[in-house]
């Protein structure tokens, strides 16, 4: 592995923060609140910012967002554009209410859902062919690490679960250990640095120059305190932030960590 594929060119970070299942309309507030802090001069411009509501709130909050350098997301998507699905939501609606990009094949998907590589890559194909960034999210559990088995499950998710036609400008990988999400633990910098180049190299391999040049997001318990080492590693380019993006102050402390 030379350092030419592992060090990619400078790429602009993405802190993006995931809901989930959070949020009445008084949530907006928080919303409103990061709005208005990311009009500061504090806060570094070479950073994108991203929040990803439950679905009820998307048109609400791209209203709120729109002419500001937030950006809004969804947290899954339907494969198919229309059709008799009830319940379900397509890239398409997304795209129309407001949202800009969509997360596919989250860990609480592919273990609540039983979504299975092939399902997650037809999800992100679907936000593509809507024009939404798909944020396809990938990362081992807790005993699949114990086995070492943790770069053949990410290589074996990115060769399943990505469109062969992404592109820097139109994906996003996010990876999240599951045994990561929501309880506090963090891999060291050392598993992180050592995960994210593996994903850089696959990502080269799968996609060449566009892999090069595509962010590698890291996500699990990531918060104000622990954000700017996790930040700091090579081919970290942002985080995908759970439940520190639910208050506006505490994911303003994740944006001011990051390295730009
Ligand atoms: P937490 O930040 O709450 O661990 O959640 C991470 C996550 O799943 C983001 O998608």
């Not at 592995?1 to 928080?30: C, F, Y």
């Not at 929040?51 to 950006?71: N, Q, V, W, Y």
């Not at 396809?136 to 062969?164: F, H, K, M, N, Y």
Request: proline share 5%; net charge negative.
């Amino acid at each position: 592995m030379t350092s030419s594929r592992t060090d990619p060119a400078p790429i602009r970070p993405l802190v993006a923060g995931n809901w989930k299942m959070h949020g009445l309309k008084a949530q907006l507030a928080e919303a409103a609140t990061l709005r208005a802090a990311l009009e500061g001069a504090l806060v570094p411009h070479g950073i994108d910012v991203m929040i990803c509501p439950p679905a009820t709130l998307i048109m609400e909050l791209a209203r709120l967002a729109a002419g500001t350098r937030l950006a809004v997301g969804a947290q899954d998507c339907h494969w198919l554009p229309a059709g008799a699905h009830t319940g379900d939501i397509s890239a398409e609606m997304l795209h129309d209410a407001g949202a800009s990009a969509v997360i596919v094949g989250h860990s609480e998907r592919r273990a609540g859902y039983g979504e299975l590589d092939h399902i997650v890559k037809a999800k992100a194909e679907a936000a593509l062919r809507a024009g939404l960034a798909a944020i396809v999210c990938i990362g081992e559990t807790a005993g699949q690490r114990r086995a070492g088995l943790t770069l053949d499950v990410a290589a074996r998710q990115l060769a399943g679960s990505l469109p062969e036609a992404s592109t820097a400008a139109d994906t996003i990988i996010a990876y999240e250990p599951v045994w990561a999400i929501g309880t506090g633990l963090t891999p060291t910098t050392g598993e992180v640095a050592e995960v994210h180049a593996f994903i850089r190299t696959a990502l080269i391999d799968q996609l060449g120059v566009q892999g090069r040049e595509m962010r590698i997001l890291y996500g699990g318990s990531v918060k104000p305190s622990n954000a700017a080492e996790l930040l700091a590693v090579p081919s970290v380019n942002g985080a995908l932030v759970g439940g520190a993006s639910l208050k506006a102050v505490d994911l303003m402390g994740i944006i001011a960590a990051c390295k730009v």
